[in-house]
């Protein structure tokens, strides 16, 4: 990033860093806390039991933070990895922002519109929730059976809308992954797999497929 | 209905505090880099007021998570989870490890899923606190030697990020239609043609937004299209929902 100023950027790093220190703190104190106040100790011989799904999920987390890395700009990357919610949240709200104010990729321009995008999701994420305790506490049921029917459906109402802001800029560099991954989900699906082919599964391929065949299509002289 | 200690949240109002304090932390320092570098202001006002309309929504489906799980984790617990990085389907997984259907949830119970939740989403962050620097500035270099390479890469991965999303949810909502499937984790039936018909209204009413903006030149518009989208989209699957139950 060329235009990028060094100072704004190691100071965002390193204020990034602390913060996110700050959180595994408080993230790691949440069972001490809870194990000495109920006064018990976790069943330490369940963990050999999950350590394949601990180490799965932690490569999960590991590719994530290299794949989402070059998207989220450097404050979005700390704070996004601190609040969570990327796919369905952090981002289409930084490419909604990105795409309204016409920022140009690489630029300084783009990174502050992208951290404070991020930001401010991150904000009322917290004050939504914060506020939903309430009546969670009061009418957990009625609230949870009222919404709980559409909330399969939040992730194509954001992205139906989100694909055809984005699809003039970006349909030369995915139609082919796009097939390749159509493709994939359907062998899948008819082999009886279909659960396999889930969505965070094919984030991650979908990513490496379309690094592959844009690097081709890149030294082919076509992008 | 498992009990949520005072503790608890106590150390979640800990957290908002500091998710809240670093944000806008972050927006004063790029709000001042903004006007070092000449940024128009509108632009970022913009951004804040797209970003808060934007952010609302899509959090609700947050808040029936913590519902979902406070059945087994109680509220403090659920919401602390929920808060900070892991998604529910990710959170009830790991719960799945050590919580069997129809057992009694005691407190050992839920300090062992505690544990085993907290240490599931440890890569991430500590990839950033170690090591994302040092990878950034190997990025910023290939941005520096071939600017052109670097934004196709960064396009590619968009680009593979959405060919992913929507592969997943267009394929599994043709091959689920007239068959739901019953979420194991809420419980919650699972429409396909439901989802195709939010994926494909959301389309609509996006294009509808755009040819507002541009034949009545309603530039208000930019920053309300898609929540006015995601909101329409909802009410279309609530309603398609309805029908097919």
């Known amino acids: 990033m060329e235009s990028v100023n060094r100072t704004y950027n190691d100071d965002m790093h390193h204020w990034g860093r602390l913060f996110t220190w700050i959180a595994l703190g408080l993230i790691l104190m949440v069972p001490l806390c809870y194990c000495l106040t109920a006064g018990v100790m976790p069943l330490w011989s369940k963990l050999p039991e999950c350590l394949m799904f601990i180490l799965g999920y932690l490569a999960i987390g590991l590719v994530e933070a290299l794949s989402y890395a070059p998207l989220l700009g450097t404050g979005g990357q700390y704070l996004t990895f601190i609040t969570g919610n990327i796919s369905n949240l952090k981002l289409p709200c930084a490419l909604n922002s990105q795409s309204i104010a016409q920022v140009k990729d690489g630029t300084e321009e783009k990174e502050i519109v992208t951290t404070i995008s991020i930001a401010v999701c991150s904000i009322v994420t917290t004050i939504v929730i914060v506020l939903g305790l309430i009546p969670l506490a009061i009418f957990q049921d009625k609230i949870v059976n009222a919404l709980l029917p559409i909330s399969p459906y939040v992730v194509p109402a954001i992205f139906g809308g989100l694909t055809c802001v984005l699809a003039s800029r970006y349909l030369k560099i995915a139609a082919v992954p796009f097939v390749l991954c159509i493709l994939l989900c359907v062998i899948g699906n008819v082999a009886g797999m279909g659960a396999a082919f889930n969505q965070g599964t094919m984030i991650l391929v979908g990513m490496a497929v379309s690094a592959v065949t844009t690097t081709i299509l890149y030294r082919r002289g076509n992008l | ?245």
């Open chain 2, 1 to 245: 209905m498992s009990e949520t200690f005072t503790i608890i949240y106590v150390m979640g109002g800990i957290i908002a505090a500091l998710i809240v304090a670093m944000s806008l932390f972050f927006i004063f320092k790029s709000v001042r880099r903004a006007k070092e570098i000449g940024m128009d202001m509108s632009v970022i006002k913009e951004t804040v007021r797209n970003s808060a309309i934007f952010s609302i929504v899509p959090s609700i489906p947050i808040v029936i998570g913590i519902g979902i799980m406070m059945q087994y984790l109680g509220l403090g617990i659920s919401w602390i989870r929920l808060e900070v990085i892991g998604a529910l389907q990710y959170e009830i997984i790991a719960m799945n490890q050590v919580v069997t259907p129809g057992q009694v949830i005691t407190y050992v119970t839920v300090a062992t899923a505690l544990v085993i939740m907290t240490l599931s989403i440890l890569s991430g962050p500590v990839f950033n606190a170690i090591f994302y620097k040092r990878y950034q500035h190997r990025l910023a270099e290939l941005q520096q030697k071939n600017e052109h390479l670097m934004n196709t890469l960064t396009g590619a991965l968009l680009g593979g990020l959405f060919s992913g999303i929507l592969s997943a949810m267009l394929v599994a909502g043709i091959f689920t239609i007239g068959t739901p499937v019953v979420a194991k984790d809420t419980g919650v039936a699972f429409y396909g043609e439901v989802t195709l018909i939010t994926f494909f209204v959301s389309c609509l009413i996006m294009v509808a937004c755009g040819l507002c903006m541009k034949r009545f030149s309603w530039k208000w518009m930019e920053s309300y299209a898609l929540p006015i989208t995601i909101v329409g989209s909802l009410l279309a699957a609530y309603v398609a929902v309805m029908y097919v139950e």
